[in-house]
């Protein structure tokens, strides 16, 4: 995982680097108002940001292995869903989704913060704020 220097260009968003600089299928390490987080670039040609940081321990999320889960099935079935999407932590294996940021069918009660990925031309940006999570915004309501 490398280190990628990111130059501000918007109050909101913030330009990582050139859409070149980001391999399909693993994590690039930026920083985003000095906060670590890892930029992933899915085979299906989607873009996720998260914090590089488990609530639950510290843990180095962004060393995670990224793909599917299972998802509720009858006895005997197993049914893998969100494909690309889901981060598991490399110390607990707790599962998080990189859409959301929430725990993946809430196992457990903590989530992470994500941000929206948004490609301009060649450029990556990157939001400097954490998207509002659905679960914290119904509480709210």
Known sequence: MSQKSAV???????????V?????GE??????RNREVGVYRSPDGRWFAARNLCPHRGAPLCRGRV?????????GELIFGMENEVVRCPWHSLEFSLE???????AAPVSISVYEVTVVGD???????PKERARTAAREA
């Open 8 to 18: 501000p260009t918007h109050t909101d968003r913030q330009v990582v680097g050139k």
């Open 20 to 24: 070149d600089q980001f391999p399909v």
């Open 27 to 32: 994590f690039t390490m930026v920083k985003v």
């Open 67 to 75: 793909g599917a889960t299972m998802l509720p099935s009858a006895p």
């Open 100 to 106: 959301t940021g929430e725990s993946v069918f809430g």
């Open 123 to 129: 450029d990556l940006l990157v939001s400097v704020r």
